[in-house]
Nanobody
Framework: QAQLVESGGGSVQAGGSLRLSCAFS????????TGWFRQAPGKEREFVAA????????YYGDFAKGRFLISRDGAKTTVFLQMNNLKPEDTAVYYC??????????????WGQGTQVTVSS
């Protein structure tokens, strides 16, 4: 059973926006960073963005800088990914994750089931 539950995926035209949400148990993932990865068909899973447990630091993959914004609610039970100026190459399944080291080189301790994002040209 998934302990992180994504929502908000869908289809959009290039230049459009989508907002992904990921709900999780603050008790289960207390002290862990949360964030997003994505995987396009035929490609490896890649890091998108992460936010530390305290919310004081955020990290982005190079392709996401300036277009995507990660945030979290005050109750620390939902993390959001606002995606703007979407491009066809952003098409992928987006996975929510929780783990150590801001999800960049650490251990992922939980994954969501994934949500599809499709960007048409």
């Amino acid at each position: 059973q998934a302990q992180l539950v994504e929502s908000g995926g869908g289809s959009v035209q290039a230049g459009g926006s989508l907002r992904l949400s990921c709900a999780f148990s603050a008790r289960t993932f207390s002290s862990y960073a949360t964030g997003w990865f994505r995987q396009a068909p035929g490609k490896e899973r890649e890091f998108v963005a992460a936010i530390t447990w305290g919310g004081e630091e955020t990290y982005y993959g190079d392709f996401a800088k300036g277009r995507f914004l990660i945030s979290r609610d005050g109750a620390k039970t939902t993390v959001f990914l606002q995606m703007n100026n979407l491009k066809p190459e952003d098409t992928a399944v987006y996975y929510c994750a929780a783990g150590t080291s801001a999800l960049r080189d650490g251990t992922v301790v939980g994954w969501g089931q994934g949500t599809q994002v499709t960007v048409s040209s």
